[in-house]
C-alpha cells in the first residue's frame, strides 16, 4: 500500500459497546465524503483503559469516542480539554493531534441541538436529569448554558448528586437543586422537561428507570438519552402519561456530526448520517 493510501484509524471505546451503531454512522459519513477514515468499535474493560489509551497513541489513531464507563475514568490520561470538558468534568470526544490528546465533550451539544430539532428549547424551562454521570453531566451544563431556567438533579449518590447541582450553580446562571434518589424517585413539582441521563434501558437492559410516572403530566417532554433501542421503556411510559417524547437518535446523530468535523475538519454529512443510523434500528 502506498504511502498516502494509509487509512485514519477512529473508533469507539466502551463496555458494552455490542449494539452501538456509531461504526455505521460514522463510516457512512467517511465514505460519503470519500475520505480513508475508519471508525473502529473496541470492548475496553476499566481496567484496561489506560493501556487502550497508550495503544491508540502507539497506532496513531485519530480520534475516538468514549461511552460507559469511560466518560470520567479517561480524564487522567489526557493532555488538554475543551471548555465544555472542563466544567462537564466528563468526555466523550478525543483527538490526537501532534502527541497531544484532547478531551472534548458533545454529548450535551448533540441533545440540545436535538432537543431544538424537536421544539423542544430549554431556555427558560424547569428541567429535570435523572442521574449524575458523564451524559448527566454534560446534558445538565449545557441545557443550562442555553438559558434553563432551573435544573433538578435527581441521583442515588448523594455526593455525585450534589457535586453536579454545585457546578450548574457555580459555572450558569440556572438555579440548581439535588434530588435523592430513594427507592422510587420522585417527579419534581413543576418539571417542564424531563431527560433519562442514565444508562437504564440501554440494550440488553430492557427495563426503564424507577422514577414516580405518575408524576409525568400531560405536556411535560420526555427525553432519553439512551438510543438502542429508540423506543425505550422510558419513553413509552412517559407518552403513556400524555408527555411529548424525544428519543435519543437525534442526540447521537448530532453528537457524530461534532465528532466527524472534530477529527476530518470537514462539515458532516448530516442527512447521509441520519439515514444510516436509522437503516440501523430498521426504522429506514
Same mark, same amino acid.
Given at each position: 500500500?502506498?504511502?498516502?493510501?494509509?487509512?485514519?484509524?477512529?473508533?469507539?471505546?466502551?463496555?458494552?459497546? $455490542?449494539?452501538?451503531?456509531?461504526?455505521?454512522?460514522?463510516? !457512512?459519513?467517511?465514505? !460519503?465524503?470519500?475520505?480513508?477514515?475508519?471508525?473502529?468499535?473496541?470492548?475496553?474493560?476499566?481496567?484496561?483503559? =489506560?493501556?487502550?489509551?497508550?495503544?491508540?497513541?502507539?497506532?496513531?489513531?485519530?480520534?475516538?469516542?468514549?461511552?460507559?464507563?469511560?466518560?470520567? =475514568?479517561?480524564?487522567? @490520561?489526557?493532555?488538554? @480539554?475543551?471548555? /465544555? *470538558?472542563?466544567?462537564?468534568? *466528563?468526555?466523550?470526544?478525543?483527538?490526537?493531534?501532534?502527541?497531544?490528546?484532547?478531551?472534548?465533550?458533545?454529548?450535551? +451539544?448533540?441533545?440540545?441541538?436535538?432537543?431544538?430539532?424537536?421544539? *423542544?428549547?430549554?431556555?427558560? +424551562?424547569?428541567?429535570?436529569?435523572?442521574?449524575?454521570?458523564?451524559?448527566?453531566?454534560?446534558? /445538565?451544563?449545557?441545557? =443550562?448554558?442555553?438559558? /434553563?431556567?432551573?435544573?433538578a438533579v435527581v441521583n442515588r449518590d448523594p455526593g455525585r448528586g450534589e457535586e453536579l447541582a454545585r457546578l450548574v450553580n457555580e459555572r450558569t446562571s440556572a438555579k440548581a437543586r439535588y434530588v435523592r434518589w430513594e427507592g422510587t424517585a420522585p417527579v419534581p413539582e413543576g418539571t417542564e422537561l424531563l431527560i433519562n441521563a442514565t444508562s437504564v434501558g440501554l440494550y440488553p437492559d430492557a427495563s426503564r428507570p424507577d422514577v414516580d410516572y405518575g408524576g409525568i403530566l400531560p405536556g411535560?417532554?420526555?427525553?432519553?438519552?439512551?438510543?438502542?433501542?429508540?423506543?425505550?421503556?422510558?419513553? +413509552?411510559? /412517559?407518552?403513556?402519561?400524555?408527555?411529548?417524547?424525544? $428519543?435519543?437518535?437525534?442526540?447521537?446523530?448530532?453528537?457524530?456530526?461534532?465528532?466527524?468535523?472534530?477529527?476530518?475538519?470537514?462539515? *458532516?454529512?448530516?442527512?447521509?448520517?441520519?439515514?444510516?443510523?436509522?437503516?440501523?434500528?430498521?426504522?429506514?
Amino acid at each position: 500500500m502506498a504511502k498516502n493510501d494509509r487509512e485514519e484509524l477512529t473508533g469507539l471505546l466502551g463496555c458494552p459497546v $455490542d449494539e452501538n451503531p456509531t461504526g455505521a454512522v460514522m463510516e !457512512a459519513a467517511y465514505r !460519503a465524503l470519500g475520505l480513508p477514515f475508519r471508525y473502529v468499535t473496541m470492548l475496553v474493560r476499566p481496567e484496561g483503559l =489506560a493501556a487502550a489509551v497508550a495503544g491508540l497513541r502507539a497506532m496513531h489513531y485519530r480520534g475516538v469516542n468514549l461511552t460507559i464507563p469511560h466518560k470520567v =475514568a479517561v480524564l487522567p @490520561l489526557l493532555d488538554a @480539554l475543551s471548555p /465544555a *470538558a472542563q466544567i462537564t468534568g *466528563a468526555v466523550n470526544n478525543v483527538t490526537f493531534e501532534d502527541g497531544v490528546a484532547r478531551g472534548e465533550n458533545t454529548d450535551g +451539544k448533540g441533545l440540545l441541538r436535538s432537543l431544538r430539532q424537536h421544539g *423542544a428549547d430549554p431556555r427558560g +424551562k424547569r428541567l429535570t436529569v435523572l442521574g449524575a454521570g458523564g451524559a448527566a453531566r454534560a446534558i /445538565a451544563v449545557e441545557c =443550562a448554558l442555553a438559558g /434553563a431556567e432551573s435544573v433538578a438533579v435527581v441521583n442515588r449518590d448523594p455526593g455525585r448528586g450534589e457535586e453536579l447541582a454545585r457546578l450548574v450553580n457555580e459555572r450558569t446562571s440556572a438555579k440548581a437543586r439535588y434530588v435523592r434518589w430513594e427507592g422510587t424517585a420522585p417527579v419534581p413539582e413543576g418539571t417542564e422537561l424531563l431527560i433519562n441521563a442514565t444508562s437504564v434501558g440501554l440494550y440488553p437492559d430492557a427495563s426503564r428507570p424507577d422514577v414516580d410516572y405518575g408524576g409525568i403530566l400531560p405536556g411535560m417532554v420526555a427525553c432519553d438519552a439512551v438510543f438502542s433501542p429508540p423506543d425505550t421503556a422510558f419513553l +413509552k411510559a /412517559a407518552a403513556a402519561r400524555g408527555a411529548r417524547t424525544i $428519543d435519543g437518535l437525534g442526540m447521537l446523530v448530532n453528537q457524530a456530526a461534532h465528532n466527524f468535523t472534530l477529527w476530518t475538519g470537514r462539515e *458532516a454529512p448530516e442527512e447521509v448520517m441520519e439515514k444510516a443510523l436509522r437503516a440501523e434500528f430498521g426504522l429506514a
